[in-house]
């Protein structure tokens, strides 16, 4: 089973409000990650986790934090998000950093 | 430059014909190698995963690696309309803290 889910499948929110992604994995991978995509674009690497420490962060803004509550869940926290922050988001895992990602069916977010 | 190159097409092939997708990367360091599939609003879903140079069948998938000229390919035979997609070539290095570098990916569509 190489699957990760995602929850919910699409969020609608305002700036002023605070939300949260969920992802999960099963398949005991002890690296997870949160990518961002645009329209037409591959997407955009945004956190790494390590065996539920961050490991990179990619010079994300603060109104994104992400948590690793545990070896099979990544979570990220929106908070005061802008327009242009409308996207998918996607998460991934893999059984270490340097084996390959297994994507989840992502988040579409939009930010009105 | 980016790091991998990937002509965002788009390709239109009939039925049953080969679709030829291929990337360059610029990077010798790049030792992994994978092709994703990715329906319209959906997540990316691996193909394919080669590891240094040559050749690896899966069905009617073959991806080639050529380290030499930087080169990567995916060949998919007898094409099918389910195969229409976006396919985006990834790979990563050690030395890059395994950060997957994607390219533009190469929307594909196969007409009935």
């Known amino acids: 089973d190489t699957e990760v889910t995602q929850t919910p499948k699409h969020l609608v929110m305002g700036m002023t409000n605070k939300k949260s992604l969920k992802c999960e994995q099963h398949m005991g991978h002890r690296a997870m990650y949160w990518y961002k995509q645009k329209a037409k674009k591959p997407p955009e690497l945004m956190f790494v986790y390590s065996y539920e420490k961050l490991s990179i962060n990619e010079s994300v803004p603060s109104r994104f934090s992400p948590e690793c509550p545990n070896s099979s869940l990544l979570n990220l926290h929106l908070h005061a998000l802008q327009p242009e922050d409308s996207a998918l988001y996607l998460c991934?895992?893999?059984?270490?950093?340097?084996?390959?990602?297994?994507f989840g069916p992502g988040t579409r977010l939009l930010v009105l | 430059q980016k790091e991998v190159e990937q002509d965002p097409g788009p390709l239109s092939v009939p039925e049953g014909a080969i679709v030829s997708l291929n990337c360059t990367y610029s990077?010798?360091?790049?030792?992994?190698f994978m092709w994703y599939r990715q329906y319209s609003r959906k997540g990316p879903e691996l193909l394919m995963y080669t590891y240094s140079s040559g050749n690896k069948e899966d069905g009617r998938f073959t991806a080639q690696v050529d380290k030499s000229s930087k080169y990567i390919s995916l060949f998919i035979r007898d094409s099918q309309p389910s195969d229409s997609a976006t396919y985006l070539c990834a790979t990563f290095a050690i030395l890059n803290d395994y950060k997957l570098s994607f390219g533009a990916g190469t929307t594909v569509t196969v007409r009935a």
């Open positions: 991934a895992s893999s059984q270490d950093a340097e084996e390959t990602q297994y």
């Open positions: 990077n010798s360091a790049f030792q992994y």
